[in-house]
């Protein structure tokens, strides 16, 4: 199988090559199952026959049932040939890597460690005999791979960008006169096809975590915060799910999250599936029997979201608890893990966009409606020119930039509200559209979160809940860099940062951290990290999902482009975004249903689900959901 998913080919010509005697096939796989995309349902398997090595041939997403196995070693195989059928071994479907392993001589079975990371290269790893032979290893032999790495998943299964030359060395002898790898990297290296097909991302839950600030009442205990992982989609995906849940946060979150799950908890049956009426029963070790039924039900809504995200096709009925013996610690319907826990809380529930058309006002336009509608309050009246804003998520306060960029003003969405004196103006010049006040963005705490930018610098500031002095937030990861745009997550312990550096502009994912105490807290961004690396530059971007966004922006020397982007970094393997010309500012709900609006060439346009964009409006700018 190669990068193309699947097959083989023969060394050094790129065709098809079958399985022959001798030194073998360079990328030989045996495959097992139907492909439901080639058959409308699944003949019966043989009972008898040879089992035969299978071209390759692409397949679809939807082949689920198809699973490829490697071949084994075969006699007199040479040690280039022995290296690439290892690696091809390595990208099978096999839970404990049997196959692979036998590939390997018998100190080195010992000591590999397959999961202690992947790494991800933009196509497979080119196997090389070393050009010049070492004379102090007659009896050994030694392979190069080599490439170029664009990513790498750790062993808690966190995807990082990483872009760089990849060059490895692997090192056989004979063993029982046959070629054997006994020194070799630990872990895997992939192609970005092989990955793409083995691996899956998927979101792993846990509560927001908001320290100094917890005792606050707007400080919502129940806050699910989005942790993506990759794990192998095929191999008990189920169990596979909850093994990573229990293990914890991945780092960059852990600061920031917490588990309702006791330190140590375990799974005390492996096998993990739906049954007939969709519902998980999932039995605990003991260190999750003592705990009271508000703790019980927040780990069966852990469990209930991250393996909803596994099973997408599947809607889960219910997650019921056991403990080792069978007996049910509690229960957590669909409707009740729903309501009571649904992540991105506080997103609004009336279906509205909002953007200040061409008279200055800021209207709300909903999915059926053919006209927007002025807001309610002083914003709706056209009187305060406008460059940017921001709804509440409970879509009942307001926030804008004045059109020169130095004021912000906050003012209630309903009738007869007075829009008031600024509560920030800028210290900086706004003679620029990329200078003084960036838009505005709500959390679902309710704080209002801003940045203040002037050609040599910005601070990032916090209004809370959008009133009394801004509180500074500092940066430290910033240097001497500038932030151009925000946007806050619901949960208000991530936040997207569009940041200038030497006239490209990049994304950057930042983590909110509140320390020192509750009268008097020490709020921070740590740990800026790339979310579109391959972008050189980036106009805009916005919140679309629990770990998406989706971001415009364009490569070097290319075309402007939207796409989604996972929060850690990778592709989103969400649908591809039509094209649309000219884009300066896109906003998405993080309810994933609702469509993107943005502001183009033809004005404010929409793209609802499965359809193409239309526009809404021929003038406007500052397209924003609630947030």
């Known amino acids: 199988m190669d990068t193309e998913r699947g097959g083989e080919r023969g060394e050094g010509t790129g065709s098809p090559a079958r399985a022959r005697r001798g030194a073998g096939p360079a990328r030989t796989f045996l495959v097992l199952g139907c492909a439901a995309a080639l058959l409308a349902g699944c003949a019966s398997m043989p009972d008898s026959g040879d089992v035969t090595s299978v071209e390759q041939s692409p397949r679809s997403e939807g082949e689920s049932q198809v699973r490829v196995y490697g071949v084994p070693p075969q006699d007199g195989a040479q040690p280039t040939n022995i290296v690439r059928s290892f690696l091809d071994a390595t990208t099978s479907d096999e839970a404990d890597f049997r196959t692979a392993t036998q590939y390997l001589a018998k100190s080195a079975k010992r000591t590999w460690r397959p999961f202690q990371v992947t790494n991800v290269l933009q196509e497979r790893p080119k196997p090389e005999p070393k050009t010049l032979p070492n004379r102090e290893d007659s009896n050994g032999y030694t392979v190069t791979l080599s490439g170029s790495q664009v990513a790498a998943v750790d062993d808690s299964h966190a995807y990082t960008p990483e872009e760089k030359p990849y060059r490895q060395t692997i090192h056989l002898i004979k063993e029982g006169g046959q070629w054997r790898i006994d020194r070799l990297p630990d872990g895997l290296v992939l192609g970005l096809s092989d990955f793409q097909r083995i691996y899956r991302s998927v979101n792993k839950y846990y509560f927001a975590s908001y320290n100094s600030e917890s005792g606050e009442p707007k400080a919502n205990r129940n806050a699910l915060v989005a942790d993506p992982v990759y794990l192998r989609q095929r191999i008990k995906p189920i169990t596979a799910s909850v093994e990573a849940l229990l293990s914890g946060p991945t780092d960059w979150l852990n600061q920031v999250t917490t588990s309702a799950f006791p330190s140590g908890t375990r799974l005390a049956a492996h096998d993990l599936a739906l049954d007939d009426s969709n519902a998980l029963r999932v039995k605990l070790s003991k260190d999750a029997v003592n705990t009271d039924s508000t703790q019980c039900k927040q780990m069966a809504a852990q469990l209930f979201f991250t393996v909803q995200d596994m099973t997408r096709a599947s809607k889960i009925s219910e997650v019921e608890l056991e403990d080792n013996s069978g007996n049910s610690l509690c229960s957590l319907s669909q409707e009740q893990a729903e309501r009571d826990f649904a992540p991105s809380p506080g997103t609004g529930h009336s279906g509205k966009e909002y953007f200040i058309d061409g008279d200055h006002k800021v209207v709300a336009m909903s999915d059926t409606a053919t006209e927007p509608t002025p807001v309610r309050g002083p914003f709706g009246t056209g009187q305060t020119p406008l460059r940017s804003v921001a709804i509440s998520r409970g879509e009942d306060t307001a926030a804008g930039v004045s059109s020169d960029g130095r004021s912000l003003y906050v003012a209630g969405l309903e009738d007869g509200i007075e829009r008031g004196d600024p509560l920030l103006t800028s210290t900086g010049s706004a003679k620029n559209p990329d200078t ?106 916005s919140w679309a999902g629990g770990s998406r966004l989706v971001v415009v922006g364009r490569e070097s020397g290319g075309v402007q482009q939207m796409q989604f982007m996972e929060t850690d970094g990778s592709a989103s393997n969400a649908q591809t975004l039509p094209g649309v010309n000219g884009v300066i500012a896109v906003a998405a709900s993080e309810d994933e249903t609702r469509p993107l609006i943005a502001d183009a060439t033809e004005g404010i346009v929409r793209l609802p689900p499965d359809a193409n964009w239309k526009t809404v409006a021929k003038e406007g700018t500052a397209p924003v959901y609630p947030g």
């Open 436 to 541: 003084g006040l960036t838009a505005p963005s709500w959390d679902g705490l309710g704080d209002l979160w801003i940045a203040d930018r002037d050609a040599h610098g910005s601070r990032l500031m916090r209004l809370r809940e959008g009133k009394g002095a801004p509180e500074k937030v500092s940066v430290p990861g910033l240097g001497g860099r500038r932030i151009k745009a925000i946007k806050v997550a619901a949960d208000g312990i991530r936040i997207a940062v569009l940041v200038e550096d030497k006239g490209r502009t990049t994304l950057q994912l930042g983590r909110v951290e509140r320390d020192g105490t509750s009268t008097h807290p020490a709020l921070s961004v740590q740990e800026l990290r790339p979310i579109a690396p391959q972008l050189e530059d980036v106009v805009a971007a």
